[in-house]
């Protein structure tokens, strides 16, 4: 058995997704929203994707979506995530809009299906991170 | 008028692919990338008939880290160019290099133009067992800084593999019309000496593999290779006094969903639809012309969108187009006759432009050769899934 546990990447904010991850922390999603025309957007920039206004704040979201595609790795890549395959890795539509990448935990990859309603849990990487992750919502 | 400028009537046939070559293919060890692009553009020169001081123009690529790639080419080649740079849009940008030298020379910038790609990817990972762990231990600093790797997402497989998760739940293509795209293109290779892959290939064979990142398996999946190709571009007229019997470029388009692969329905109706409609529009043809497609066969799936949006079947009847054995040698479209990127050699593109070339001089024999083709469309496709070129040639 192995002994020696290797830590997965951590994540490393880029200076414009800081507040992302400082809402984590706090077990909140966050995303930018525009001051000007009221949409989100993802990946964190300092520019609305949707009207070029640079004013915006980082504002709470529901946490809920949509899985609009995934896919299941097999392969290991890395060797952080040897225990973890077969694990699924998903394109979650949030009902405010944007996709972000997470995985879909606590369910085997043959259950997940594109279309199916998820929700935001949080992962504590350690004090610093907190890693957003989905779970299938309850029917 | 500039407003009057239309690309089919000043480019449509204004230029010819003179000389096409490849390097040696599949693992070539002790050879980089560079040394293997001089190869095959040697050899390219040598099937046209013309020497390095006939070329005035350069437009290559290699791995993406290559700094002025196309100055290291031309200094090999020993000459100076009058046009020359290199193209940042993955494997769309071989497609490119063509298109521009063709405006190029059309507007009196240069009169004969080197387009070639080279990369050494077998060598890089698979030489020796250091190169191996190299590869797989790349430092956390070199990965992406989040979004990403903290998910365990790593990868182009995954990439495309969303896309062909979408695509099957949203038209019930399944792993078997993967699958037929992987045999069709295996037995392809198994008729082409210079291909990688020697060995038969079934149905059963592709289910078997191992699963990479699903739906996804290993025969899914373009080869890791050392490889290099060329094509010259040179005017029509002057093409006439040359070597070989002149292939003519008629169209070309381009489209680059930069919104993202993510964003839309980008993963599923690619940006080959608009790049096609561009190339069919100056070609003045459509897909019913066409005789045989070299497409960018980076995973299966890729070949099945791109055949619904160059309007080979409509979109979400790909499966059933493939299942219908129209890609193989004797079937409604031919496509990737060398074996492509999935058993010949992955050349980010360049090996399927030097095919589509090859099909329309009609020198090979009998059972590689695409019966009475006149018209070939080639694709390419790459940066972040989302760079997309088309190439229409034609026999002269």
């Known amino acids: 058995m192995m002994s020696d546990v ?11 997704s800081l507040p992302y991850w400082q809402a984590a922390r706090d077990h909140r ?20 994707p949707h009207c070029l206004s640079s004013r915006f704040q980082f504002s709470d979201v529901s946490g809920k979506g949509k899985i609009y595609s995934f896919v299941t790795y097999h392969r290991v890549y890395r060797p952080a995530f040897a225990q973890d395959v077969p694990y699924v890795v998903a394109l979650i539509e949030l009902d405010e809009g944007p996709r972000l990448l997470s995985n879909i935990i606590g369910v085997s990859p043959d259950e997940v299906a594109c279309e199916m309603k998820v929700e ?3 992962d504590d990487y350690d004090e610093e991170i907190s890693i957003p992750k989905f779970k299938l919502s309850k029917v | 008028m500039i407003s009057d400028i239309n690309p089919a009537r000043e480019l449509r046939d204004t230029c010819a692919i003179v000389g096409t070559a490849t390097s040696r293919l599949g693992r070539v060890p002790g050879v980089s990338s560079l040394d293997l692009l001089v190869e095959a553009i040697r050899n390219a020169l040598d099937d046209a008939g013309l020497n390095p001081s006939d070329v005035d123009g350069v437009l290559c690529r290699g791995p993406d880290e290559s700094y002025s790639h196309h100055q290291l080419v031309a200094e090999r080649l020993g000459i100076n160019a009058r046009f020359s740079t290199t193209l940042t849009n993955g494997g769309a940008s071989q497609i490119m290099s063509v298109a521009i030298a063709v405006m190029a020379i059309r507007f009196g910038l240069a009169k004969t133009i080197v387009c ?17 762990v190299r590869n797989e231990t790349r430092p956390e600093s070199m990965l992406a800084r989040e979004f990403g790797p903290e998910y365990g997402y790593f990868g182009a497989t995954a990439a495309h593999a969303f ?6 739940h949203l038209y019930g293509t399944t792993r078997d019309h993967f699958g037929e795209i992987a045999v069709a293109f295996r037995e392809h290779a198994l008729r082409n000496p210079d291909a990688s892959m020697k060995k038969p290939l079934s149905i059963g064979d592709y289910h078997a593999g191992r699963l990479i990142v699903a739906p996804f398996g290993m025969y899914d999946c ?10 010259i571009v040179t005017r029509s007229d002057h093409a006439k006094d040359l070597k070989q019997p002149p292939v003519l470029i008629k169209g070309f388009g381009f489209q680059n969903n930069t919104r993202g692969w993510f964003a839309d329905d980008n993963m599923v109706v690619t940006a080959a639809k608009q790049a096609g409609e561009a190339a069919y529009a100056m070609a003045g043809l459509g897909p019913r012309d066409v005789d045989t497609a070299q497409i960018y066969d980076c995973f299966t799936y890729m070949v099945l969108t791109q055949l619904e949006d160059y ?19 004797g079937g409604a479209l031919p496509c990737n006759t060398s074996g492509g990127q999935l058993s010949e050699a992955h050349c980010e593109g360049m090996l399927q432009i030097v095919e589509g070339v090859r099909q329309m001089r009609h020198t090979y024999p009998e059972n590689r050769q695409v019966k009475d083709a006149k018209i070939a469309l080639i694709s390419g496709h790459g940066g972040n899934q989302v760079c997309h070129s088309t190439l229409i040639l034609g026999r002269a």
């Open chain 1, 6 to 16: 290797i830590p997965k990447p951590k994540p490393r904010p880029a200076p414009e």
């Open chain 1, 29 to 48: 999603l966050a995303l930018p929203k525009c001051d000007d025309c009221g949409k989100f957007w993802f990946p964190p920039t300092r520019t609305c």
């Open chain 1, 120 to 122: 935001v849990v949080f």
């Open chain 2, 116 to 132: 070639g790609f080279g990369r050494d990817t077998w060598s890089r990972t698979h030489s020796s067992e250091e190169a191996r």
């Open chain 2, 163 to 168: 896309g062909a998760t979408r695509h099957m």
């Open chain 2, 222 to 231: 373009s080869l890791r290779s050392d490889a290099a190709g060329a094509v």
């Open chain 2, 311 to 329: 309007g080979f079947c409509k979109k979400g009847e790909g499966g059933d187009f493939v299942a219908s054995g129209a890609l193989r040698l």
